[in-house]
């Protein structure tokens, strides 16, 4: 944080997209100064993994813009994967850089998916996921609560089911007790009821089959017990859209039984 001596107008925030103007020397520095300080090794990809996706191109691309402030300082940047059998896009990651956070970069990264992903794409639903704070205090990583106070600022909600991260890169384990949020929701998968609204859970439910088979092994979706028990959790008829606020309303997922891939003891 800035002293009060230090106090000077907003530097310039520039956005760069790298699937149109890829530079691999920023891309390194986002991962090594940015990804790896905001996230634990568990819940990121490689560097090489994010740099074959990005330049994988069509609809396969994986999605990367860096805000850059002078000088090409990578002071954050977000990652977005789309799941086209669901329709959903996933936002993978959305960091800054642990001396720059609070000065307003996230909340412009998050207004560039809004004018340039959602807009473009209109996906069914944008997700991202966040640790829930009740069992991820907040570390060198970053807080957790931080991040869902933002989050809710810019109008995110959240999605009333349990959650666990799959394993993103092989050898780090799934990362259990996750939240899962939701950024946009196109009007055709949202329903207002008597209790609240609500989004399609029949979309949740296709996401979270393709997400798992790509990360983990497509056998996952139909014999891994611990994933099975993760998507029964998630009603067909509708998925509770809540305030972030209510995070506690959603219990952990802690991952008690043995997965499909674990070797028997």
């Not at 850059?68 to 990651?93: D, F, I, K």
């Not at 807009?119 to 970053?142: I, M």
């Amino acid at each position: 944080m800035a002293s009060r001596h230090q106090r000077t107008s907003p530097s310039p925030i520039r956005m760069l997209d790298l699937g149109t103007d890829f530079d691999d020397r920023l891309l390194s520095r986002f991962y090594s100064d940015v990804m790896e300080e905001s996230f634990a090794p568990a819940e990121l990809v490689s560097l090489d993994s994010l740099r074959a996706g990005i330049n994988a191109g069509g609809d396969a691309a994986v999605l990367t813009v860096l805000a850059l402030g002078p000088g090409q300082e990578v002071l954050g940047g977000m990652v977005g994967e789309r799941y086209p059998g669901s329709g959903v896009l996933l936002l993978a990651y959305i960091a800054v850089r642990p001396e720059g956070r609070g000065r307003g970069v996230g909340t412009r990264l998050l207004a560039h998916a809004d004018e340039s992903w959602y807009s473009k794409l209109r996906p069914n639903l944008a997700l991202g996921e966040v640790e829930h704070p009740d069992f991820h205090p907040a570390s060198s990583f970053g807080d957790p609560a931080a991040r869902l106070r933002l989050y809710e600022r810019v109008g995110a909600k959240l999605l009333g089911v349990p959650y666990f991260q799959p394993e993103v890169r092989q050898g780090a384990g799934r990362v259990y007790d996750m939240l899962l949020l939701a950024f946009h929701v196109e009007p055709s998968v949202r329903n207002v009821g008597a209790e609240g609204a609500t989004v399609d859970g029949t979309v949740v439910r296709d996401f979270l089959d393709e997400y798992f088979a790509l990360c983990e092994d497509p056998a996952v979706v139909t014999d891994d017990r611990e994933y099975l028990r993760l998507r029964s959790q998630v009603d067909p008829a509708g998925v509770p859209l809540l305030p972030l606020r209510r995070y506690r309303d959603v219990p952990g997922f802690h991952g008690r039984e043995r997965s499909l891939r674990e070797p028997p003891r």
